[in-house]
């Protein structure tokens, strides 16, 4: 049965950095209150209110975070309902550490560590007990692929090409990859391994290509197959996670690029301005849907971004933001802006459905078969002795009452 809910938002606020102050305590614009769920932006003088599903103070630990927005993703991702995390934020407001954790020569300080890592290991957790439980009636196979979003072009970062060839097409209404490196991943170890191999290339690649990874958007995906076997019955679930880190979503009047790093950042602009935009348009169609039979065109392939998080913006995917804030005065028009764009996304609706199939378990077919083969050999058999009968007939009619052949073929064929 689909069930339509909202897009959950989240706010989380980093502590102030001290890169920034210029005396000792640093100005703040940001004021929270957990137990209504507000943030408060105070730009000299002028106060803004906005409510969101939560939020998260700057003492929030990572277990906070994982616990309110990752469980429920979670808990559908292995019921076959698509998941979707993603952070947004300007540059420095904490989305790879909240996404990620904190990188300690090439592994997660542990009590640091983001969703990523937390739902890895959850996911398996979750998986094998229940295959332990179970092991001839439950079977799971899980694929990762980590992909890189830069300059409107996607790059494989589990593969050390850079030419590979990256499509997303549209088939009915789910959004297939073709191209992207898919590993088989069997135990969390196996993921993480995938995870920092990915994330080492992007750092790669951000020397070669003369790119900050801050400005390219990351994408982290789990493909989930699930067997279960109930009675005679299996069902067949498939569900994707996508978990990604945006890149910095600030303004660029605040910046200092000229040429190719103002292309750059013209690209990055597009692709969150085109996100905003899809997500402005999803949210006004659905308060206008009431008065309108007609549904309004949503122009995800405007961007690759959209396009392929298409399910997961008014799809069919649970989807939670994290939008990240920096709660410096200086960054207050960014702080503003992540959080307009906050209030939209909250308004956006997704229906989500079990993506499941159900198929007769062998057993069934196997008796079905043999019952056809067996009524088959009864229907030979009785042929065979109607037609004895028959000949047996037509002997003794032939010799005893010397009537012609013909004649009791025709009565009794
Ligand atoms: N909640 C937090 N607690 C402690 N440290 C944090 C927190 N959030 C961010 N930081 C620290 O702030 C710095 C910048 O954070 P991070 O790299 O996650 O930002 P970002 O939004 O991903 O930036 P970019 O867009 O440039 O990639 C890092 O050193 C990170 O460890």
């Not at 990188?103 to 983001?114: I, V």
């Not at 290991?121 to 980590?146: G, V």
């Not at 083969?373 to 229907?379: D, F, M, R």
């Amino acid at each position: 049965m689909p069930l339509s809910e909202n897009i959950n938002v989240f706010a989380r606020v980093r502590p102030a950095s001290p890169r920034f102050a210029e005396v000792e305590a640093v100005p703040s614009c940001v004021q929270t209150d957990p137990t209504t769920s507000t943030i408060t932006i105070d730009n000299k003088g002028k106060k803004q209110q906005f409510q969101l599903k939560k939020v998260f103070r700057q003492n929030s630990t990572q277990e906070n975070v994982f616990d309110d927005v990752g469980r429920a993703i979670l808990d559908g991702f292995i019921d076959g309902i698509n998941g979707t995390i993603f952070a947004y934020g300007q540059t420095g407001s904490g989305k790879t550490f909240t996404m990620l954790g904190v990188e300690r020569s090439n592994e997660c300080d542990l009590s640091n560590r983001g969703i990523i890592p937390r739902m890895v290991e959850d996911i398996f957790a979750t998986l094998q007990t229940r295959h332990e439980k179970n092991p001839d009636s439950f079977k799971f196979i899980l694929k990762c692929s980590f992909l890189e979003l830069y300059n409107e072009k996607l790059y494989d970062l589990l593969l050390f090409k850079k030419d590979a060839s990256i499509t997303i097409q549209q088939q009915r209404q789910k959004i297939v990859i073709n191209g992207a490196t898919e590993c088989e991943v069997k135990t969390s170890e196996e993921c993480m391994k995938c995870l920092w191999k990915g994330w080492n290339q992007r750092k790669v690649a951000e020397t070669s290509m003369n790119h900050a990874s801050s400005r390219s958007h990351a994408i982290f995906m789990l493909t989930l197959i699930t067997e279960t076997v109930d009675g005679t019955v299996l069902n067949r679930q498939t569900s994707r996670l996508n978990m990604v880190d945006l890149a910095g979503s600030e303004r660029q009047t605040h910046t200092n690029n000229v040429g190719s790093k103002l292309r750059e950042a013209g690209s990055i602009n597009k692709s969150l301005s085109i996100l905003a935009r899809v997500i402005r348009d999803l949210a006004s169609s659905r308060t206008s849907s009431t008065s309108s039979s007609t549904p309004q065109h949503i122009s995800y392939r405007d961007s690759l971004l959209t396009f392929l998080l298409r399910d997961s913006l008014g799809g069919n995917a649970r989807t939670a933001v994290i939008v990240n804030i920096h709660p410096n005065l200086q960054f207050v028009t960014d702080t503003l802006s992540t959080l307009s764009f906050a209030e939209s996304v909250q308004k956006v609706r997704n229906v989500t459905t079990i993506n499941s199939t159900l198929t007769y378990f062998q057993k069934v077919c196997n008796t079905l078969d043999e019952t056809h083969k067996k009524n088959q050999k009864l229907q030979e058999e009785a042929e065979n002795n109607r037609r004895n009968a028959l000949a047996y007939l037509l002997r003794v009619q032939q010799s005893c009452l010397n009537t012609s052949i013909s004649d009791v073929e025709q009565q009794f064929l």
